[in-house]
């Protein structure tokens, strides 16, 4: 069933181990009741058969490495961050559209990239424990280490130009202090401090010149929760309603709102099904289910033609601005999907891909796919 509910309304204009367990946990975990005016009753997510897709996979070189995030570069290629399994190191790597892969390891020995956006002016970002870190068409890569000894994740490109991103502090999930943090095209890094016990993990542009992201509240059973943080600085925080699971992702939808991922919060049930959820403007949110043991969706990307937006989770799924499902299945039964950027060709989507229960058959744990 749909649910909605207004939650506020929008202002107008204005350790490593831990943190690799974390990621990997989050990469492959996976009528309407109305309060305040919002879209017309809904029965619920309609399940519709997948159109005819082709879809190819491109195994990594190394067998025991995972894609974590994924990107277009101005230069046509792929570019892509890896996760080693068993070796908690990582590089960064670039992707022809034929699947000819080069591999760029990062400078500091013992760390690894968790997630990549192309910026402006051509360079690749990604975030990584203690640091921000930066890498050119050319495959030179600078590292911009913070201040704290928290991990950076998920970065995105602000209304300023600058690169924001959210930031998991040091310490146990009740006191970690999380933050948000920016850095410049010429490095200068800023921290903006978020109350202890929350933990941010997402953050876009919003429609508004604002950036918002997501979080989970660590002191309680894992209440999501919606913030707001001007280029200046400035924090307003929207709590979800009682129940509402960690926030794991937000993205702007092609509509105008504000699209983000929900996981399942229901301890007596690990099957229960996370949930996409839709807030305007006014802060109306519309959750549409997703399916049993689809826990938390990994990423969100709105769709090339402006109808949609796709979902990466055990697998491939495509949900509609009125909250249509459509499931694509993987080739590799039971992998997972990490990330998603639209490809240069129209209809094209290329995605990162994790084996969700060990290597496959070919023993490859991690690969990168494109569909269209």
């Not at 999501?224 to 979800?240: A, D, H, M, Q």
């Amino acid at each position: 069933m749909i649910a909605t509910s207004r939650v506020a309304s929008m202002p107008r204009g204005s350790g490593p181990r831990f943190v690799v367990l974390v990621v990997l946990s989050l990469l492959v975990a996976g009528c309407g009741r109305t309060s305040g005016s919002g879209p017309a009753a809904y029965s619920g997510p309609t399940h519709t058969p997948a159109p005819r897709y082709t879809i190819t996979e491109f195994p990594l070189r190394s067998a025991a490495t995972v894609p974590t995030g994924i990107a277009l570069g101005e230069d046509g290629n792929i570019w892509f961050s890896e996760l080693g399994i068993t070796t908690h190191s990582g590089q960064i790597g670039r992707m022809t559209p034929t699947g000819t892969m080069t591999e760029y390891p990062l400078p500091t020995p013992n760390t690894y990239p968790t997630s990549m956006i192309s910026g402006p002016g051509g360079d690749l970002w990604f975030s990584e424990p203690g640091a921000i870190g930066r890498i050119t068409l050319q495959g030179t890569i600078t590292e911009y280490h913070l201040a704290s000894a928290g991990s950076s994740l998920n970065p995105t490109v602000g209304p300023d130009g600058a690169i924001w991103f959210v930031e998991i502090g040091a310490g146990s999930p009740s006191g970690r202090a999380g933050k948000i943090g920016r850095v410049t095209a010429g490095g200068a890094v800023s921290e903006f401090a978020l109350p202890a016990g929350e933990w941010p993990l997402t953050i876009t542009a919003g429609p508004d010149g604002a950036l918002w992201y997501g979080a989970v509240i660590m002191t309680g059973p894992g209440t999501g929760k919606i913030g707001r943080i001007t280029p200046t600085g400035t924090v307003t925080e929207y709590p979800l309603p009682a129940g509402a699971g960690e926030v794991s992702h937000i993205a702007l939808g092609p509509d105008g709102n504000l699209w983000f991922s929900e996981g399942a919060n229901d301890p007596s049930n690990k099957q229960a099904g996370g949930k996409i959820d839709r807030m305007t403007p006014k802060g109306v949110v519309t959750a549409f289910p997703l399916p049993a043991g689809e826990n938390t969706p990994n990423c969100l990307t709105a769709t090339a033609d402006g109808t949609g937006m796709w979902i990466c989770g055990h697998g491939l799924e495509r949900i509609t601005l009125l909250g249509a499902l459509t499931t694509i299945a993987l080739p590799t039964a039971g992998n997972a999907v990490t990330a998603i950027t639209l490809g240069a060709q129209p209809g094209t989507v290329w995605f990162a891909e994790a084996g969700a229960s060990g290597p496959d058959a070919n023993g490859a744990h991690g690969k990168i796919g494109r569909l269209g």
